[in-house]
């Protein structure tokens, strides 16, 4: 009778464990899955804020020019506000990104990348970190808003904003013992809707100045304005907040306040 007993429980107890096995490796399995679900979610949200951050809020795009030194050098990469002039109006003197209103870039050749690096890209540009199309836009200095009277150049070799000559040494690049901040002179008044736009490296830049042969005539429509450019990202030596100096268009805007 006893052995009988002892054998019963044993016969439980044997089966209790497989039991015990049975189902330890289900929950197990059923674990990795979970997290790995909860992976995905967490990757999917990312990406879908950083999408919308990159759509509404804030871009990346690198620099292939010199137009803009010494404010921006080449191969330098920015962070553009594109709230801006959609919820913040623009301002003179700010940094500004837009499309090509037509006839100002030369065409391009199309880019070649091999299928990996071509979808890294992609993904990084749905997320704003890449701008495959920077080639495709351009970037200057605000100057001229519509209806500015814009001139140059004075005795001082300055040019003037509805009569009021602009200092400009902060941020202009000038040949060395050049004076003058346009080799060549004009007299502009910018029709509604449209900006003048001008580079920081004045004798290096085709900007409003010379684009008077295209379809625009060198005015930029303010709907081709994506941002502006708020920060340098990289390289990190170049790291800088990119600044509108609001002193230099001071006096202009007291103008404009005296005239309404």
């Not at 191969?75 to 709230?83: F, G």
């Not at 941020?171 to 060549?184: F, I, N, R």
Request: proline share 6%.
């Amino acid at each position: 009778m006893t052995d009988e007993v002892l054998a019963s429980r044993s016969d439980r107890r044997v089966s209790g464990s497989k039991k015990s096995r049975s189902t330890t490796a289900p929950s197990k399995k059923r674990s990795v899955l979970l997290f790995i679900r909860d992976l995905l979610i967490i990757f999917v949200v990312a990406l879908l804020i950083s999408f919308l951050i990159k759509t509404f809020l804030i871009r990346s795009f690198y620099i292939p020019s010199g137009s803009m030194m010494n404010t921006l050098q080449v191969d330098d990469r920015i962070i553009v506000n594109q709230l801006e002039p959609e919820v913040i109006p623009i301002s003179r003197g700010d940094v500004i990104v837009f499309k090509d209103p037509g006839g100002w870039l030369l065409p391009q050749a199309e880019l070649v990348q091999n299928p990996i690096v071509a979808s890294a890209d992609w993904l990084l540009s749905v997320v704003g970190l890449s701008a495959p199309d920077s080639n495709d836009h351009l970037i200057k200095r605000v100057i001229g808003l519509p209806g500015d009277h814009v001139v140059c150049c004075n005795a001082l070799g300055q040019m003037s904003v509805n009569d009021v000559p602009l200092n400009e040494s902060a941020y202009v690049l000038l040949p060395e013992g050049e004076t003058k901040v346009s080799k060549d002179d004009f007299d502009v008044t910018i029709p509604g809707g449209s900006l003048w736009m001008m580079g920081d490296n004045r004798y290096n830049s085709k900007d409003s100045r010379y684009n008077g042969d295209t379809v625009g005539k060198g005015y930029v429509p303010v709907d081709n304005v994506v941002g502006r450019a708020l920060v340098v990202s990289w390289p990190l030596a170049h790291w800088a907040w990119l600044d509108d100096y609001p002193d230099v268009f001071r006096e202009v805007e007291h103008a404009d306040k005296g005239s309404e």
